[in-house]
């Protein structure tokens, strides 16, 4: 969702006039992430809806190949959930943003090859873009890169891989 937003986001300040140093999207395409919707209902479904600890919260992102670095989980686990009352549990109900989801993907390649300006698309394997982006990269209308050993947190699971990319961008 995230690479969706800051491609729709900077297209939309290139056409109010300002513009983007550049745009590196993370690990998304509008056409996986369409056909990947309709499974979303399962994955949520069976994520733990609490925890007692959040030391098992951050074991469960690991366990689940959520996350596969367990620091970064150690990292980004405690802004995913909240405590009340001894018992942790998501700070966001997914389920209840379902009706949003197609169209915070629609339209999310054109916002990113419309962008002006350097573009790097960061993905954990090459069968995670679709067509238009094949051949959008094949017209080198952006940086193409495939991190392997990573999973769908590609900046979390290989940080100093995520880091070195960013920089030669």
Known sequence: MGGAI????????????????????????EGSAIDALPHMDN???QRP?????MEQAIQWAVNSNTVKNIESARISM????????????????LAMTRQYWEGWF???????LGV???KQLMIAGSDRTDRQMMIAQ????????????????????????????????
């Open 116 to 118: 002006i300006g350097p």
């Open 49 to 53: 809806r609490t925890f007692q600890s």
């Open 78 to 93: 405690p802004a995913q959930v909240v405590e009340e009352n001894g018992i942790w549990r998501w700070r966001t109900d």
């Open 138 to 169: 094949m017209q080198g209308k952006f940086k193409h890169t495939v991190l392997f050993g990573v999973g769908h947190t590609v900046h979390e699971d290989a940080p100093e891989q995520f880091a070195e990319q960013v920089r030669i961008f």
């Open 106 to 112: 629609r339209g999310m390649n054109n916002a990113f």
């Open 43 to 45: 994955i949520i479904s």
């Open 6 to 29: 800051a491609s729709k986001a900077a297209l939309e300040d290139h056409r109010r006039g300002k513009g983007v140093m550049g745009l590196i999207v993370l690990d998304v395409v």
